[in-house]
């Protein structure tokens, strides 16, 4: 896919989906010896979704599990759609969009394995960071160059922005 067509694409989207696991975090769950679950997020991803809503564009979450650590996430970012415990995405998705009157047409996905094609493939713009299964890189549009939870959904979001013209404004608002 040329770039050409790849910023055609992200500026169509309206709504910029993101599993978490592998995604927004590095893929890695550890427990404490509590039986707590952590997972770190890369505050640069964090300011890219802030970036995309700030500028009009929606932002959801679609995850297989289930935490308070990404409720947290969620709220904190100001994140307004947030699905969690679904490894039925594709029906997730649909629900998701009947919610906000949009269509696959109007969104991105950003997923890293076989449980988010089913969603991945009904969206306008599909996207994988740099560790994603190779099988789902060689279906998306667009690879990141980092991996998921370093960086990679700052990726999509700047390629979304630069789609709608608008990287470069947002950008400027930090000098």
Same mark, same amino acid.
């Given at each position: 896919?040329?770039?050409?067509?790849? +910023?055609?694409?992200?500026?169509?989207?309206?709504?910029?989906?993101?599993?978490?696991?592998?995604?927004?975090?590095?893929?890695?769950?550890?427990?404490?010896?509590?039986?707590?679950?952590?997972?770190?997020?890369?505050?640069?991803?964090?300011?890219?979704?802030?970036?995309?809503?700030?500028?009009?564009?929606?932002?959801?979450?679609?995850?297989?599990?289930?935490?308070?650590?990404?409720?947290?996430?969620?709220?904190?970012?100001?994140?307004?759609?947030?699905?969690?415990?679904?490894?039925?995405?594709?029906?997730?998705?649909?629900?998701?969009?009947?919610?906000?009157?949009?269509?696959?047409?109007?969104?991105?996905?950003?997923?890293?394995?076989?449980?988010?094609?089913?969603?991945?493939?009904?969206?306008?713009?599909?996207?994988?960071?740099?560790?994603?299964?190779?099988?789902?890189?060689?279906?998306?549009?667009?690879?990141?160059?980092?991996?998921?939870?370093?960086?990679?959904?700052?990726?999509?979001?700047?390629?979304? +922005?630069?789609?709608?013209?608008?990287?470069?404004?947002?950008?400027?608002?930090?000098?």
């Amino acid at each position: 896919m040329s770039d050409h067509e790849r +910023l055609e694409r992200a500026g169509a989207v309206r709504l910029a989906i993101f599993d978490v696991d592998g995604v927004m975090t590095d893929g890695r769950i550890a427990y404490t010896s509590a039986g707590d679950e952590i997972k770190q997020f890369h505050t640069r991803d964090g300011l890219g979704i802030k970036g995309l809503m700030t500028n009009g564009i929606d932002v959801a979450i679609i995850t297989a599990r289930s935490s308070p650590i990404v409720e947290r996430r969620q709220r904190e970012l100001g994140i307004t759609h947030l699905v969690q415990g679904r490894e039925d995405k594709a029906s997730a998705l649909a629900e998701l969009l009947a919610e906000t009157g949009l269509s696959g047409e109007d969104c991105a996905y950003t997923g890293d394995d076989l449980v988010d094609w089913p969603a991945m493939r009904a969206c306008r713009l599909r996207c994988a960071p740099a560790d994603a299964s190779e099988w789902i890189r060689q279906r998306a549009h667009f690879v990141t160059e980092r991996p998921g939870g370093h960086g990679a959904a700052r990726e999509v979001c700047e390629l979304i +922005l630069a789609g709608h013209g608008l990287l470069e404004g947002w950008q400027e608002r930090f000098e």
